[in-house]
């Protein structure tokens, strides 16, 4: 609760020196998509998340598309020319779930390699860096996503 007020009560401070409502729907964006915040929720309706498998993964990722995607929808009319050419034209419930599923795949092969291969590789990391290592994995794999789609965007236009 204290963390809930917290950022509205910074946000909407922010949301008043620019006379805008959106740092206040950002605010409430960022509280509702924490991980946290997610599984508190579902454990207070019955159910159990079970650590390291896709369930839970795909959940806060779906619940983290579906935030994104309306709050950009909402922001769409007062956004800045620049910003809207990276709007997709309409977000529809298989790009949003299909993104859900990318995303919490990517997260779980980055898990699997931080916790399970690197340590038979001999590579030990420290506990208290494992959440940076995730990311620096997962930004990686992301990486090496968009150079295989450019790849094949480039091979495209010479055919």
Known sequence: MTHFI???VVFGLIGLFFSSWFPSALGLFLFLTDDDFIE?????????????????????????LFGFSTLLASWKDSAPP??????????????????????AVLKIISVAVVRKLLPRL?????????????????????????????????????M
């Open 6 to 8: 917290f950022l509205m």
């Open 40 to 64: 508190w929720v579902l454990q207070k309706i019955g159910i159990r998340l079970v650590p390291d498998t896709l369930g839970p993964e795909f959940i806060k990722a779906f619940v983290f």
């Open 82 to 103: 620049w910003l809207l050419s990276w709007f997709p034209p309409s977000a529809s419930w298989y790009i949003i779930g299909g993104g859900a599923l990318f995303c």
């Open 122 to 158: 001999g590579i030990e990391i420290a506990p208290g860096r494992q959440n940076l290592t995730i990311l620096a994995v997962l930004g990686a794999l992301l990486g090496l996503a968009m150079l295989v789609l450019h790849w094949a965007h480039q091979q495209t236009q010479w």
